[in-house]
T-cell receptor, first 111, second 113 residues
Framework: KNEVEQSPQNLTAQEGEFITINCSYS?????LHWLQQHPGGGIVSLFM???GKKKHGRLIATINIQEKHSSLHITASHPRDSAVYICAVRYSGGGADGLTFGKGTHLIIQP | GAGVSQTPSNKVTEKGKYVELRCDPISGHTALYWYRQSLGQGPEFLIY????????DSGLPNDRFFAVRPEGSVSTLKIQRTERGDSAVYLC???????????FGPGTRLTVL
């Protein structure tokens, strides 16, 4: 079964800390997405990447295709960053055309 | 509209009833996806449309679930003979093409009593 594993499942940190959330997957992909979901809110797409690194504001996403691993980093974290961060992949070479999602990382940033 | 919209935002129904959930994608987006998210879980893929046709319905759990997109824009997810286990948030997303970034709607929270 093609799975997407995220770690940690839960993370509590203090405001200002550097945050890293990890995602690993089992087979080849054509794209990896990082998504953000606030409690009771909708899902917002943060990044879509297939190689290298992308940066948007305080958020950085990296992917290592050979190691089948991606990380989402948050610099100078703030309480408003508190949310569930979800990694999702689109597998290449057949299979479902939709995204396969990880279970999410619950991030709480305390002031 | 600027984003993906879904109606209704909440739907409460009784076991055995029929429900329809609607998704309005971003204008011009040819790809449309339906996902289902149960409490505490990540979303699960249900079905993907490219234009009017269902390009991949491998995620539909059984034949009680059906979706249409007759004009290549608005899509309706239909659930027959609802069961309590169907309770979840049903998410719709659209993208310019299959390889594009997916933009998610706010979801429809379905509760089957």
């Amino acid at each position: 079964k093609n799975e997407v594993e995220q770690s940690p499942q839960n993370l509590t940190a203090q405001e200002g800390e550097f945050i890293t959330i990890n995602c690993s997957y089992s087979v080849g992909i054509s794209a990896l997405h990082w998504l953000q979901q606030h409690p009771g809110g909708g899902i917002v797409s943060l990044f879509m990447l297939s190689s290298g690194k992308k940066k948007h504001g305080r958020l950085i996403a990296t992917i290592n295709i050979q190691e089948k691993h991606s990380s989402l980093h948050i610099t100078a974290s703030h309480p408003r960053d508190s949310a569930v961060y979800i990694c999702a992949v689109r597998y290449s070479g057949g299979g479902a055309d939709g995204l396969t999602f990880g279970k999410g990382t619950h991030l709480i940033i305390q002031p | 509209g600027a984003g993906v919209s879904q109606t209704p935002s909440n739907k409460v129904t009784e076991k055995g009833k029929y429900v329809e959930l609607r998704c309005d994608p971003i204008s011009g987006h040819t790809a449309l996806y339906w996902y289902r998210q149960s409490l505490g879980q990540g979303p699960e893929f249900l079905i993907y449309f490219q234009g009017t046709g269902a390009a991949d319905d491998s995620g539909l759990p059984n034949d009680r679930f059906f979706a249409v997109r007759p004009e290549g824009s608005v899509s309706t997810l239909k659930i027959q003979r609802t069961e309590r286990g169907d309770s979840a948030v049903y998410l719709c997303a659209s993208s310019l093409g299959v390889a594009g970034a997916q933009y998610f709607g706010p979801g429809t929270r379905l509760t089957v009593l």
